[in-house]
């Protein structure tokens, strides 16, 4: 079985600082890790990805995560905190074989306040 | 990317009936998912929407409670079927979209229907 544990459901930062949001998982497999960001009343939107490749993953909206197998972590990063980055962000871990294929398993969320 | 809609974006029931949730993509896509989102809380899988066949449950999920059908590629629908106020969430369509050419290992989400039962 997989989980994923973000640690703390709020994060509050100032507008112009680094945004740290953390996130653990547990997988029997490699697993495929994916940061997504819902804005009020809206969907999900997929922020970034890592699917075995560079540890070191680049997104949108100027984030990234860094992989770290030996920490069992997936911890999203930004080096400055902007206003419309005002929102909740959700960790998951991706099923990457059999009956379960493809089945995306979320952590908690985190909601990120921007103060200006 | 996959452009994903839901029909209705919101409703308001009452208890007892029944609500018909449409998600149409513009693309075909293999795998097609439906996600519920209860109050301030995280995404739970509640199955996968196999086109052809029955869909697939997750634990604490029934076909009966949650019908979902998928006539085709583009399209599902799911039904949340003699409603409680406890099927207040909002329910999310997701899509993997490893089957179009240059995108792997990614998986897109409607915008999602707010459903309120009293």
């Known amino acids: 079985a997989q989980s994923v544990t973000q640690l703390g459901s709020h994060v509050s930062v100032s507008e112009g600082a680094l945004v740290l949001l953390r996130c653990n998982y547990s997988?029997?497999?490699?697993?495929?890790l994916f940061w997504y960001v819902q804005y009020p009343n809206q969907g999900l939107q997929l922020l970034l990805k890592y699917t075995s490749a560079a540890t070191l993953v680049k997104g949108i909206n100027g984030f990234e995560a860094e992989f770290k197998k030996s920490e069992t972590s997936f911890h999203l990063t930004k080096p400055s905190a902007h206003m419309s980055d005002a929102a909740e962000y959700f960790c998951?871990?991706?099923?990457?074989?059999?009956?379960?294929?493809?089945?995306?398993?979320f952590g908690q969320g985190t909601i990120l306040t921007v103060h200006p | 990317s996959a452009v994903i809609s839901q029909k209705p974006s919101r409703d308001i029931c009452q208890r007892g009936t029944s609500l018909t949730i449409q998600c149409q993509v513009d693309s075909q896509v293999t795998m097609m998912f439906w996600y519920r989102q209860q109050p301030g809380q995280s995404l739970t899988l509640i199955a996968t929407?196999?086109?052809?066949?029955?869909?697939?449950?997750e634990s604490g999920f029934v076909i009966d409670k949650f019908p979902i059908s998928r006539p085709n590629l583009t399209f599902s629908t799911l039904t949340v079927s003699n409603m409680s106020p406890e099927d207040s969430s909002i329910y999310l369509c997701?899509?993997?979209?490893?089957?179009?050419?240059?995108?792997?290992?990614?998986?897109?989400f409607g915008p999602g229907t707010r459903l309120t039962v009293t």
């Open positions: 998951a871990v991706r099923t990457a074989g059999g009956t379960s294929y493809g089945k995306l398993t």
């Open positions: 997701s899509v993997d979209v490893s089957m179009i050419a240059g995108v792997r290992n990614e998986q897109y």
């Open positions: 929407a196999n086109q052809g066949s029955e869909a697939t449950y």
């Open positions: 997988s029997s497999v490699p697993p495929y």
